[in-house]
């Protein structure tokens, strides 16, 4: 059964996101249908929007969903309707580094997530007149009512957490508290810097076992002999050498920040000779599967507050979202449905 659905559609590079009545196909039996409560705005969809990564268009972005499944496929196991989920990143888990626990760098990562279409080229969304869509935007495409996962990227919630903001877990905060806990994994004591404090900045600053995780008082500990470790969330070339020029020796400075196109960055090679290490991560190097249950425990514990940082817009505010995500205004914009879409 196919169901219509309110999506924010992108037609044009550097255009407004559209809000549209599109049209999800039957799910395939691997397939998870998910009814959207929220979804955040995350830099790498701004990115897209403009054109800095390549994907096909016209498309669906939209990679920090949350929501209710509404249906599974017949070969779906440990996921039913009626449940409460988050949704990450895609990954095929079958090669070698999904093998080894680490799908942020499978080796189909750009198909699954960049491709737009399934693998056999249809498309999990479709225009109202039936004409192709792009979805499969890391695995979600959750700038509709409706999304389209599978059970390699859908992750239960328990019921006593409010829903529609735990999108952001799925990239930005993800990112952020895995680039901390599963990459630097900094010792009680250890400082930490970081550079850059949007939502991935903030969740690597709310994941730090320590208090000295304050950008103030970590330029402080820079200017008296630096930082064991830095957390750089913007890319460009000079705030990577600033980030990496305030470690202590040794030290690690992890570069998160996604530009588009070539970002060559120059480095002064004496400053890595006396043991630092400059290294780059993508999702924080977590499994979905395995650490956003982490971080779910963490934020009922009150030790990851994410609504501290969230505000929530309606989706049809939008652009209102967009300018204060881009602006900094709000560290992260999540986008609400109460549209009341049903199937036929
Ligand atoms: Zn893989
Ligand atoms: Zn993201």
């Known amino acids: 059964m196919s169901v219509s659905a309110t999506a924010a559609v992108l037609r044009g590079h550097g255009e407004p996101f559209r809000l549209e009545s599109v049209r999800v196909p039957s799910i395939r ?7 959207v409560h929220g979804v955040g705005i995350c830099h790498t969809d701004l990115t897209a929007a403009a054109g800095g990564v390549l994907f096909p268009l016209p498309a669906v972005l939209g990679h920090e969903g949350s929501g209710v499944i509404e ?55 479709t225009e109202a007149d039936g004409s192709a869509l792009h979805g499969n935007w890391f695995g979600q495409s959750s700038m509709c009512s409706y999304a389209v996962t599978s059970a390699r990227n859908t992750v239960p919630l328990p019921r006593d957490v409010p829903v529609a903001l735990a999108g952001p877990l799925g990239c930005g905060l993800q990112t952020g508290a895995g680039t901390v806990l599963e990459v630097l994994r900094p010792e ?13 900045g903030m ?34 070339d000079s705030v990577v050498r600033q980030a990496l020029s305030s470690l202590r020796a040794p030290g690690t400075c992890a570069t998160l920040g996604l530009r588009p196109g070539r970002n060559p960055i120059t480095v002064d090679q ?30 009922r514990q009150g030790r990851f507050p994410i609504e501290k940082i969230v505000r ?16 900094g205004d709000v560290v992260k914009a999540v986008l609400t449905f109460t549209t009341d879409d049903t199937g036929g």
């Open 29 to 35: 039996a691997d397939e998870v249908l998910v009814r």
């Open 71 to 125: 249906a599974v496929g017949a070969e779906v196991t440990g996921l039913a309707p009626g449940d409460p989920v988050v949704l990450g990143f895609d990954s095929c888990r079958d090669c070698r580094n999904c093998a080894r626990g680490r799908p942020a760098y499978c080796t189909r990562f750009a198909a699954l997530n960049y491709g737009g279409t399934r693998a056999d080229g249809s498309t999990t969304l």
């Open 188 to 200: 009680p004591g250890a400082s930490l810097a970081v550079f850059g404090l949007g939502a991935v």
């Open 203 to 236: 969740a690597a600053v709310m994941a730090s076992p320590t208090d000295h995780a304050d950008v103030g008082r970590a330029v402080r500990h820079a200017s008296d002999g630096g930082v064991d470790f830095a957390v750089e969330s913007v890319g460009t």
């Open 270 to 299: 004496s400053h890595l000779l006396n043991g630092r290490t400059l290294t780059g991560v993508i999702e924080g190097d977590a499994d979905p599967l395995v650490f956003l249950p982490r971080l779910v425990d963490l934020w």
């Open 312 to 327: 929530t817009f309606p989706i049809d505010r939008i652009d209102d979202a967009v300018t204060a995500a881009r602006s």
